[in-house]
């Protein structure tokens, strides 16, 4: 299962204000995770050049994480501006994850949840997408 | 590839080893081991991934934290505010 986070999930997550987010993170080297460079960009603006570097090789050394470089096509980010996601900067989030196939987005951005109809995946925040979907699964496979 | 070692163990080890092999239904004791060294290896990876995890929220802590505000509202909305400027900066021409 792929699953695309957000920015804000990092944030919390590596600043440890939120468990859940924080729970999800430590889980990233059992994750199917991709992120786009504007997410990363994000989240790395305040940090020194030490914990960017760091940042960077906890990802690499996760084996099914990607960072993707390439550009979003601008025809599906036009698509998610339509779906309702009116700013640019959001509609390019919506249009990578449906792009990358991620069936969630995690997410505490509301602005995803409140705007968002009809998209190819599903907007949940960690906590929802730990109890409802991870652990489900992992109770599946056992 | 592969090296081919020999490995002593102490007696009532390899006993175990062989009714764990059995009871487990692999069909040697090669294979049983490879696993079990394999998913050993992968565990200690995993351990250090979160040492290195916890040292790397040491480090944010320690420097001031993220700077986006005290509340979850406060960190969204400042998210929110840098995802537009990045945009701006980087990605507006191509859309």
């Known amino acids: 299962m792929r699953i695309c986070i957000d920015s ?3 944030i919390f997550g590596l600043s440890g204000s939120d468990a859940a987010s924080e729970t999800l993170l430590k889980l990233l080297p059992r994750l199917e ?53 009116r700013e640019k900067a959001d509609a390019i989030i919506g249009a990578f994850a449906e792009w990358q196939g991620a069936k969630y987005i995690i997410s505490d951005n509301r602005h995803f949840l409140d705007e968002l109809k009809g998209s190819a995946f599903e907007v949940v925040n960690s906590e929802e997408f730990l109890h409802h979907y991870y652990w489900a699964t992992i109770r599946e496979d056992q | 590839m592969s090296e081919e070692i020999t490995w002593k163990v102490p007696e009532n080890l390899y006993r175990e080893l062989v009714w764990a092999q059995k009871e487990l239904e692999y069909p040697n004791l090669a294979d049983f081991i490879l696993q079990a ?31 986006l505000g005290k509340t979850k509202e406060e960190v969204i909305t400042n998210l929110r505010k840098v995802r537009q400027q990045i945009f701006d900066e980087e990605y507006a021409h191509l859309y």
């Open chain 1, 33 to 85: 995770v991709v992120i786009p460079r504007l997410i990363l960009k994000e989240v790395t603006r305040n940090l020194n050049q030490a914990q960017v570097k760091s940042l960077y090789a906890l990802l690499r050394q996760a084996p099914h994480v990607a960072i993707v470089e390439e550009p979003v096509p601008a025809e599906l980010v036009q698509k998610y501006v339509a779906l309702g996601l």
């Open chain 2, 37 to 67: 060294v394999q998913r050993r290896l992968a565990e200690i990876k995993y351990e250090a991934w979160q040492r290195n995890f916890r040292q790397l929220q040491q480090q944010i802590h320690a420097s001031g934290g993220f700077g």
């Open chain 1, 8 to 10: 804000n999930q990092f």
